[in-house]
């Protein structure tokens, strides 16, 4: 079963294209990075697949549903927002900039969506809610507000805050760019635990050593177009397309 | 553990540290203690009370004389004599008198004196309606301007339509024009819609005037939250109205504090506007004192008692905002 499927997905942002026929599959426990320059529109696919952006055109499926088949911006097929709905929880989102609600603790963060949304009961959740903390090993900052912590702490608050939604699948976007180099080692070793634990994952990332050690299929992107899907090994090494291998040169030759 | 020695100056003046902190407290404390102490000084005994009260009114409510009863002054005086142990008419009576005590006796500064004794319990009347209605038009008026500020971002096009109707219909026109309106002019174009009580008109448009002023500081302040906060709430599966309750309108509180306190002051001075449908605010109590004892000191007594509330308000609100603060 494919936890994520796209086949041409377009977006547009009035005249300017930012997504072109993107077709990508992601199966159940597989760990994709996408990489590729930035204004390359990682960000925008992935945010199109939780909808935080309304694609222009293409198929969307997730697991296997069909949520999506726009033309022009309309939606083709009928389906109720509450369908939609269900089929978006299984997507977990952790951000650039983290965005832990400033007005609540750390494990308010963490239980406010499962208990309204999910409508969990509250004493089975904060127990969920600090094993995950325990898990990213911050089980001591439970009561603590997220402007009290580090980047780097507050984003794996994220990651616990997405994962207490139980999701299927996580995406990622550019998790460690607003950290401080010595904070981004932490968020990673989450990540790592994460895919190790058979985590679907797609990630957007800048870390190239990353995106070789733990994925199992590496996505480039260049001017809103997926031009190479291949295994870290290959892509890292012997990379298919000249775009490929020049946007490796700049980045790994810094 | 070595200590600071900035700190140790700081921890030997505990008294110094209290007054730089609280600054807008110490000033209302001195300033009541500078009205309640006269007070105090000036209230005479019982007897003196009764002694003062002149012979004429007592002997007048001995022959129960109707006619003599019309005179509203007199009949005051009959009151007061009678019901001096009720805590009420005792109060004026006790300031009333006391000030007549003083007036005879001294004058200059001692007069200013018994003229502000005479005259703090009418004029605290005042205030206590000018705050009453302040406080009661500016909470019913936030509650409003949440809807109106959440209908005028709203994607449903009536609804918007009409909260940005109501918003520039209400701050495009003058307070007292809308006052007088429902007072003067709603009776006249639809009797049914008469409203029964001064008080009740002027709260009616107290908060629908400020109810539009602070939908706008509310709009802004949602306006104000990073994206990023919706975007979350949005992955995590919120829905808008679970997003907005929970998420976004909690982060505005302490941002609307500064604007909300700013309009409260403003509708405090603006419910002087009331005097126009002859509600006893305390600018009407302070004119009218004016006019009846031809004493322009009335003024300056009414605006201190202005700047204290506006002082005691401003450190609440100062407190507020700490509390809410969790940056």
């Given at each position: 079963?494919?936890?994520?499927?796209t086949?041409?997905?377009?977006?547009?942002?009035?005249?300017?294209?930012?997504?072109?026929?993107?077709?990508?599959?992601?199966?159940q426990?597989?760990?994709v990075?996408?990489?590729?320059?930035?204004?390359?529109?990682?960000?925008?696919?992935?945010?199109?697949?939780?909808?935080?952006e309304?694609?222009?055109?293409?198929?969307?499926?997730?697991?296997?549903?069909l949520?999506?088949?726009?033309?022009?911006?309309?939606?083709?097929?009928k389906?109720?927002?509450?369908?939609?709905?269900?089929a978006?929880?299984?997507?977990?989102?952790?951000?650039?900039?983290?965005?832990?609600?400033?007005?609540?603790?750390?494990?308010?963060?963490?239980?406010?969506?499962?208990?309204t949304?999910?409508?969990r009961?509250k004493?089975?959740?904060e127990?969920?809610?600090?094993?995950?903390?325990?898990?990213?090993?911050?089980?001591?900052?439970?009561?603590?507000?997220?402007?009290?912590?580090?980047g780097?702490?507050?984003?794996?608050?994220?990651?616990a805050?997405?994962l207490?939604m139980?999701?299927?699948?996580?995406?990622?976007?550019?998790?460690t760019?607003?950290?401080?180099?010595?904070?981004v080692?932490?968020?990673?070793?989450?990540?790592k635990?994460?895919?190790?634990?058979?985590?679907?994952?797609?990630?957007?990332?800048?870390?190239?050593?990353?995106?070789?050690e733990v994925?199992?299929?590496?996505?480039?992107?260049?001017q809103g177009?997926?031009?190479?899907?291949?295994?870290?090994?290959?892509?890292?090494?012997?990379?298919?397309?000249?775009?490929?291998?020049?946007?490796?040169?700049?980045?790994l030759?810094? | 553990m070595?200590?600071?020695?900035?700190?140790?100056?700081?921890?030997?003046?505990?008294?110094?540290?209290?007054?730089?902190?609280?600054?807008?407290?110490?000033?209302v404390?001195?300033a009541?203690i500078a009205?309640?102490?006269?007070l105090?000084?000036?209230?005479?005994?019982?007897?003196?009370?009764?002694?003062?009260?002149?012979?004429?009114?007592?002997?007048?409510?001995?022959?129960?004389?109707?006619?003599?009863?019309?005179?509203?002054?007199i009949?005051?005086?009959?009151?007061?004599?009678?019901?001096?142990?009720?805590?009420?008419?005792?109060?004026?009576?006790?300031?009333?008198?006391?000030?007549?005590?003083?007036?005879?006796?001294?004058?200059?500064?001692?007069?200013?004196?018994a003229?502000?004794?005479?005259?703090?319990?009418s004029?605290l009347n005042?205030?206590k309606?000018?705050?009453?209605?302040?406080?009661?038009?500016?909470?019913?008026?936030?509650?409003?301007?949440v809807?109106?500020?959440l209908?005028k971002?709203?994607?449903?096009?009536p609804?918007?339509?009409?909260?940005?109707?109501?918003?520039?219909?209400?701050?495009?026109?003058?307070?007292?024009?809308q006052?007088?309106?429902?007072?003067?002019?709603l009776?006249?174009l639809?009797?049914?819609?008469?409203?029964?009580?001064?008080?009740?008109?002027?709260?009616?448009?107290f908060?629908?005037?400020?109810?539009a002023?602070?939908?706008?500081?509310?709009?802004?302040a949602?306006?104000?939250?990073?994206?990023?906060?919706?975007?979350?709430?949005?992955a995590?599966?919120?829905s808008?109205g679970?997003?907005?309750?929970?998420?976004?309108?909690?982060?505005?509180?302490?941002?609307l504090?500064?604007?909300?306190?700013?309009?409260?002051?403003?509708?405090?001075k603006?419910?002087?506007?009331?005097?126009?449908?002859?509600?006893?605010?305390?600018?009407?109590?302070?004119?009218?004192?004016m006019?009846?004892?031809?004493?322009?000191?009335?003024?300056i007594?009414?605006?201190?008692?202005?700047?204290?509330?506006?002082a005691v308000?401003?450190?609440i609100f100062g407190?507020?905002?700490?509390r809410?603060?969790?940056?």
């Open positions: 079963m494919s936890m994520i499927k086949e041409k997905l377009c977006k547009d942002f009035g005249d300017l294209k930012v997504l072109k026929d993107c077709s990508l599959t992601v199966e426990g597989e760990v990075c996408l990489i590729g320059p930035s204004g390359a529109g990682k960000s925008t696919y992935l945010r199109s697949l939780n909808h935080l309304t694609i222009t055109n293409g198929k969307l499926w997730v697991e296997d549903k949520l999506d088949d726009r033309i022009n911006g309309v939606n083709q097929i389906i109720t927002p509450q369908e939609r709905q269900q978006l929880l299984e997507m977990g989102m952790v951000f650039q900039r983290f965005n832990l609600f400033p007005h609540l603790t750390v494990l308010e963060n963490i239980m406010l969506a499962p208990v949304v999910r409508k009961d004493a089975e959740t127990e969920l809610a600090r094993e995950l903390l325990n898990k990213v090993g911050l089980i001591d900052k439970a009561d603590v507000y997220p402007t009290k912590l580090s780097g702490q507050q984003q794996r608050v994220a990651i805050r997405a207490c139980q999701p299927k699948m996580m995406l990622f976007d550019e998790p760019s607003a950290l401080d180099p010595e904070l080692g932490e968020v990673l070793q989450v990540m635990n994460l895919a190790a634990d058979g985590m679907t994952m797609i990630v957007v990332t800048h870390e190239m050593g990353f995106a070789k994925s199992d299929r590496v996505v480039f992107m260049y177009a997926i031009l190479e899907v291949n295994s870290p090994d290959v892509l890292f090494t012997n990379p298919e397309n000249e775009r490929t291998k020049q946007f490796l040169q700049s980045v030759n810094v | 070595k200590e600071n020695p900035a700190v140790e100056e700081k921890k030997s003046n505990p008294f110094l540290r209290f007054v730089k902190k609280h600054k807008i407290l110490v000033i404390i001195i009541l009205i309640i102490v006269p105090v000084c000036t209230v005479p005994s019982k007897e003196a009370l009764v002694s003062a009260i002149p012979q004429e009114f007592i002997e007048l409510e001995a022959k129960k004389d109707s006619e003599s009863y019309q005179n509203i002054g009949m005051s005086a009959l009151k007061m004599q009678k019901q001096i142990n009720s805590a009420d008419v005792r109060q004026y009576l006790v300031l009333g008198v006391a000030g007549q005590v003083i007036d005879t006796t001294g004058n200059g500064f001692a007069e200013f004196w003229n502000f004794v005479n005259w703090l319990p004029l005042g205030a309606l000018t705050i009453l209605l302040t406080i009661s038009s500016v909470a019913a008026g936030l509650i409003l301007s809807f109106l500020a209908g971002m709203s994607k449903i096009k609804i918007q339509w009409f909260c940005r109707g109501y918003i520039f219909f209400f701050r495009g026109t003058p307070l007292l024009m006052l007088y309106f429902l007072w003067f002019g009776p006249k639809i009797p049914a819609m008469t409203i029964p009580d001064r008080f009740l008109a002027a709260f009616i448009a908060t629908l005037n400020s109810g002023y602070c939908a706008e500081n509310i709009r802004a949602i306006q104000s939250i990073d994206k990023g906060q919706f975007e979350a709430a949005k995590l599966g919120l808008y679970q997003t907005m309750w929970k998420i976004i309108i909690p982060q505005t509180y302490r941002r504090i500064p604007p909300t306190a700013n309009e409260f002051i403003m509708v405090l603006d419910a002087a506007l009331t005097s126009i449908i002859a509600l006893d605010d305390l600018s009407r109590v302070t004119n009218s004192i006019t009846s004892t031809n004493n322009v000191s009335v003024y007594v009414s605006m201190i008692i202005y700047l204290v509330i506006t308000f401003s450190k407190s507020l905002e700490k809410f603060s969790y940056e």
